[in-house]
């Protein structure tokens, strides 16, 4: 019996509003660490979970995670700032150095300085160029030049202003020689035209460089619209030359309340179940757990609740501490 063309027209719509399955190696985890829910952070790292790579804004690798080598899940370190330096201590590349010599960490890939160009209460680094330049003078360009590690530009607002000013001053300290960079973190918090526009607005200003989208999401929006940039966003991010890496921001139970981004982008449920997000992620199919409060805004109250916000700033005495391994 033919059925109806407007039946397979139907099918077909019904099945992309579920959402692709398909993994990427692309994608990694921005870890949110979890002292109240640490059975969690098993899931991210499931055999043929899907991601390849994972990073916590600290040069430490994550406890729950300290155990697993680089070929299992890739741990990117971060120098979140100069920790109160000015540019002479050393503490990152040394930690880097040591972990792959003597610890067994390779450490291939490190991201750089967090929003230099915002404030402390804005959740940035808050790094005047020079003050940076001097910082990676000392700590990442050595990685690079003797070590073969690639790095990441600072991430900031803009792909020009604060980093045209930091690369002068970098090559002012290194001797007129250009301070090279191996790939551009780009963050993104609006919906799909605000990370269209930030990819391309970076890929333009370095043609030459892959671009990493970290921690990005479509922040405090209802379900059906968070699940609907999902799916577009990972298939604009998947097909995109430019687009090495990216990383979806809900590594956290929904009943976490941000006032950041709003429960919809959680990958789990209040009970640790994976949502249809989460799911999707790890290249699986949609698991109709859905988050609470996921009319839009932030989960207000929640017994048990938790705050997490996505600069996860570290700790003072940890934001140039060294040490890639534990």
Known sequence: MRLPLIFFGLLTASLASLGGAARSPKRGLAFVPNESYPNDNAIWVRPNGG??????????????????PQTTIEFVPTMWGAGGGSGNDPSF??????????????ISHVLTFNSPDKSFADGGSDMSPATAAAVWASNILPL?????VKVGLPTVEDPHDWLDSFLKSCARINDGKECGFDFVPVYSHGDLSVLKGRVDAFATAYPTSPI?????GFENQDLPTTQAFFNSSVAYLDAHQKVERYSWFGAFRSIVSSSAVGPSQAML????????????YLGGGATGNPPPCAG????????????????????????????ADR
């Open 93 to 106: 590349l040394d930690g880097i150095v040591t972990a792959t010599t003597t610890k067994g960490r390779n």
């Open 144 to 148: 690079r030049e003797k070590h073969g």
């Open 212 to 216: 990493w989208v970290m921690g990005y």
């Open 269 to 280: 449920d209040p009970w640790g179940n994976l949502t249809d997000i989460g799911s999707w």
């Open 296 to 323: 839009g805004g932030k989960t207000s109250g929640a017994a048990g609740s938790l705050v997490v916000e996505r600069t996860m700033v570290p700790p003072a005495a940890t934001r140039n501490i060294g040490s």
């Open 51 to 68: 991601l390849t790579w994972y990073y916590n804004f600290q040069s430490n690798v994550s406890v729950a995670y300290a155990s697993l």
